[in-house]
């Protein structure tokens, strides 16, 4: 077997491109940039970016992020989002704003998140997947002529259906208004509602502002967590015992004098001699 060797300087270099695609993404067409371009994009993108960063969430009608999109989340077009628009020198005035995908030949004109069942696909009503459907709204189904535009039943962890659910890009500013967190300023691309590993969570597991936080809690007070059904278990094998113990209890006490005991409830009878 042939052994590799690394260089001191190879975790350096590792930890050097690794920043190097947070920073540039697709932007270098699959060509590095040498050291002086590079120096010359981070002059010119880093201000804009972190003056001008987008968030992006999927939301809930009850209040719930529930999606918060980063650059790997895949779009209806079946493109992640670090492939649409993202930077933008002045904020578009017009709402909603727009993030087109800049694949080429892709109809996307704004990123839409489309949740999956699991690793696959959601279907809409009219049996086919997502993916089966065009990319620009209505989002009509290339494989059959029943369907009037995407709309699935499919019902997300927050207890809404998927069409109820609507995409919000909004500046940090907006976003501070709605009481959500914004994290850090951060020169990487196409971070969208990322602000730390917490974002990474589904929103009805995000007990945050961008989650159901502590108000959001009462509406699911009603729901047993797995330790209150555990002592619900635990109270009801416990008030099982004293009933028999009661039981028992009162059969002891009808025993006869002359020696005929009766049997106690569930006790295993003697064996005959």
Wanted: net charge positive; glycine share 8%.
């Amino acid at each position: 077997m042939e052994r590799i060797t690394l260089g001191q300087d190879a975790p350096a270099a590792v930890d050097a491109y690794v920043e190097y695609k947070r920073i540039v993404g697709d932007d270098d067409g699959g060509i590095l940039f040498t050291p002086e371009e590079y120096e010359q994009y981070k002059k010119e993108v880093l201000p804009m970016r972190l003056k001008n960063r987008l968030f992006v969430a999927w939301a809930s009608p009850n209040g719930i992020d529930c999606k918060l999109v980063g650059p790997e989340t895949l779009c209806f077009c079946n493109h992640r989002y670090k492939q649409h628009k993202t930077d933008f020198k002045e904020i578009p005035r017009e709402r909603p704003i727009l993030l087109p995908c800049k694949v080429h030949g892709c109809r996307c004109i704004s990123y839409n998140y489309v949740p999956l069942n699991g690793t696959q696909p959601i279907r809409c009503r009219c049996k086919h997947f997502s993916e089966d459907h065009i990319e620009v709204s209505p989002f009509k189904c290339n494989k059959c002529s029943s369907c009037t535009g995407f709309h699935s039943p499919f019902t997300c962890g927050c207890g809404e259906p998927t069409y109820a659910h609507e995409m919000i890009i909004e500046t940090k500013e907006e976003r501070t208004a709605r009481g959500r967190s914004t994290g850090h300023d951060t020169p990487f691309a196409a971070m969208g509602g990322l602000t730390g590993f917490n974002a990474l969570a589904d929103g009805y597991m995000r007990l945050d502002k961008s989650g159901i936080g502590v108000s959001g809690l009462s509406k699911f007070a009603h729901l047993p967590t797995a330790e209150e059904r555990d002592m619900a278990y635990f109270e009801s094998r416990y008030q099982e015992r004293l009933k028999w113990e009661r039981q028992a209890k009162k059969q002891k006490e009808r025993i006869k004098p002359e020696g005929n005991i009766s049997q106690l409830p569930n006790s295993p009878k003697e064996p005959k001699k």
